[in-house]
């Protein structure tokens, strides 16, 4: 019964469209709609069908997926049928990504063109270049305060700029990522002004509300994001003279996906930047997405139902583009934005590791891997094609989202270890070299994060004043460990832009009144060409790091191992230092190699017997692919330098 309704709902959708677009080469286009016709129709039913304009937001959207589909250029829909043929493309090993902001890595964007060789010198073949698009002056929020969905800001550069370079970045095989902001605008988006000028149809675009009543109810449930520098999540408009939902910062308007125009507004949007040659989208808060009264306003089911939509959507007009879902959530959440089930509920293929990330910094402070096993081991199942971004450090704060339960697992209260590696980034505990400050400290609920460079965070930063040698070289050593973790767990690893020459916290933002207050900008400093020079010169801070980033990214790259095919097998080897697993070729299975990171400041032994019980026999001895050397078995144990990481192979 239902399934007929769709069924003549879309041929009268399309009897419409084809008299309207005749001439046009839509036969893909009618194929992929016929195809996912039905789950959009079932999506926006579920989440509109009781509106009385139900029928006419259908078409509209269809329309627009026809609209940006008759846009979309010849080259974008031969890359869509190649990437359809071959559609598990993003999870080989081939990829290493990095992200940057364009103005502070080179200028705008026709310097960062300019700048390409350095990426590719390191090997990075994915870029994802921060928000660009037009945001005010001053409340910007790194450009996640968006006032023109369909601009880029002058500060930037032109459109013209990135499409040029969205073509350079295809003409060399490196893919790129651009942001969409899903969940809010900025206070002076046109949607704001109009709302603000009292027109309701865009009033209705957020969530606004005449009293304190509703706000009321919603905060006694919601938790606060920006506690410090924006507390609560509603401010007072006074030009509207009403409350506005503000989850983030307070001139971040919540946009209001109970309204299906706000929706097909966004898809529209997505259409738009695949158009220009994005070859993956990340979507910002999708947490968020979906407030209701009572509820948290995170991870609700319609915020999936949302996403899943925007992927059809998707799927019909652009089905080349990937989605990275930006879900800063608890480990049994995030994965469930690749969508539960494969067939049915696809939503991104792509989900930042936020896990991973905050369990590698446990690694850090503790300097064991207790927490960092068991964490993996409770790491929920994904999809078969799906994969993780892992990444060490962004441009955000470090959120200490592991689980209470494995932390009780491994034999810490959650409250005091949480604090503990507070205290340990933060410097104030004893013995500490690192130099982060805390983020979004609540002291209702005891709750903060980490803001800092990764190089500053793991002690570079005090090693090099105190010219203290033997802390520069653990520090090195603990950034090349963390970055060979991400190359080779499984899944993109994705580079911050200063990271692989040491780049310190920069406190060049305390000068300037919009950011002074929001410490992440420690974090985002100008890339420095300067000291980039010096990884050229042996022996230098930088290139002792680069060196080796570059040496295992090109690495990566051959190990086929290191695809992404639920090929990762963690060893538990008795041995709280140490992280230990391996990656299977999936088309080999004697193809392997195995994985050790040391995070002791110690040397480590582990014996042999513990990997023969994992099938390595070790004949003769295993080859460092890192270093080319054998690695020997002496009286039965492996000995592991302190910090250190190794890819064996046997
Ligand atoms: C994202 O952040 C962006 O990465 C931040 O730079 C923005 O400020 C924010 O959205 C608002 O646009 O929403 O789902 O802990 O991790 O704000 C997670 C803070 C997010 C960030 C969180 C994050």
Redesign the pocket.
């Known amino acids: 019964m239902y399934e007929q309704a769709s069924h003549t709902l879309l041929n009268e959708i399309l009897s419409e469209l084809k008299t309207s677009t005749l001439d046009q080469q839509l036969r893909h286009f009618y194929t992929r709609l016929g195809a996912n016709f039905y789950a959009i129709h079932s999506l926006f039913k579920l989440l509109y069908g009781e509106r009385d304009d139900f029928k006419q937001q259908m078409h509209s959207l269809v329309e627009t997926l026809a609209q940006r589909y008759i846009e979309r250029k010849l080259e974008l829909r031969q890359s869509d049928l190649a990437r359809e043929r071959d559609y598990n493309w993003f999870l080989s090993q081939k990829w290493v990504g990095m992200v940057l902001y364009c103005d502070r890595f080179a200028g705008n964007l026709q310097g960062l063109i300019a700048n390409l060789p350095y990426l590719q010198e390191l090997g990075i073949n994915l870029l994802h270049v921060m928000p660009m698009l037009d945001c005010p002056q001053d409340h910007s929020?790194?450009g996640?305060a968006v006032r023109d969905f369909y601009n880029i800001d002058s500060r930037f550069g032109s459109m013209d700029d990135l499409e040029a370079l969205a073509s350079t970045l295809k003409q060399r095989d490196v893919l790129l990522v651009l942001d969409i902001?899903v969940n809010?605008t900025s206070d002076e988006h046109e949607w704001a002004q109009r709302a603000r000028r009292g027109e309701k149809p865009y009033q209705d675009y957020y969530f606004v509300f005449d009293d304190r009543e509703i706000p009321d109810i919603y905060e006694q449930t919601m938790s606060e994001?920006f506690p410090v520098t924006a507390p609560g999540n509603f401010t007072w408009d006074a030009d509207m003279g009403k409350w506005v939902m503000t989850v983030?910062n307070t001139y971040?308007w919540d946009l209001n996906y109970h309204n299906p125009a706000v929706l097909i507004e966004m898809i529209d949007i997505i259409l738009f930047w695949a158009n220009k040659g994005a070859d993956i989208l990340r979507l910002?808060?999708v947490?968020?997405l979906w407030k209701k009264m009572g509820s948290v306003c995170q991870n609700e089911r319609e915020a999936h139902l949302l996403l899943q939509l925007m992927k059809d959507c998707c799927q019909v007009t652009a089905p080349g583009v990937l989605f990275i879902a930006?879900?800063?959530v608890a480990p049994s959440e995030i994965a469930k934005y690749f969508g539960e089930d494969a067939i049915n509920a696809k939503e991104c293929e792509i989900a930042y590791n936020a896990t991973l990330m905050a369990l590698l910094w446990d690694a850090v402070a503790t300097k064991n891997a207790a927490l960092l096993n068991q964490g993996i081991k409770s790491l929920p199942a994904k999809l078969e094609r799906a994969t993780w971004l892992n990444y060490v450090r962004c441009?955000?704060?470090i959120?200490l989202g592991f689980d209470d339960n494995d932390i009780r697992l491994v034999g810490y209260e959650p409250a005091p270890h949480r604090r503990f590696i507070l205290d340990y980034f933060t410097g104030r505990f004893p013995g500490s070299l690192a130099r982060g400050l805390p983020f979004?400290e609540n002291p209702k609920t005891g709750d903060a994060?980490i803001s800092g460079s990764l190089a500053s965070l793991v002690g570079l930063e005090s090693a090099m004043e105190r010219g203290d040698e033997a802390a520069i070289d653990a520090a090195i050593k603990t950034i090349v460990l963390l970055h060979c973790v991400i190359l080779s767990f499984g899944g993109i690893p994705l580079l911050y832009y200063g990271d692989a020459i040491g780049t310190l916290n920069s406190l060049e933002y305390l000068a300037e009144p919009s950011k002074a207050a929001d410490n992440r900008w420690m974090n985002r400093s100008h890339f420095n060409w300067v000291r980039a020079e010096k990884r050229h010169q042996i022996g230098t801070v930088e290139q002792r790091i680069f060196s080796p980033l570059k040496k295992m990214i090109a690495l990566r790259k051959e190990i086929s191992a290191f695809a992404d095919f639920d090929n990762r097998q963690l060893l538990s080897v008795d041995v709280p230092n140490l992280l230990v697993f391996s990656r299977t070729d999936p088309q080999n299975s004697r193809n392997r190699v195995l994985v050790i990171g040391n995070f002791s400041d110690a040397a480590q032994t582990l014996p042999v017997e513990a990997l023969r019980a994992h099938g390595f026999l070790l004949m003769d001895a295993m080859r460092d692919l890192c270093t080319g050397e054998r690695f020997t078995v002496e009286n039965d144990v492996f000995t592991l330098p302190a910090l250190s990481c190794h890819w064996l192979t046997d």
């Open positions: 929020d790194g996640y902001v809010h994001i983030f971040q910002d808060a947490a968020f930006e879900a800063i441009h955000d704060d959120g979004g994060r």
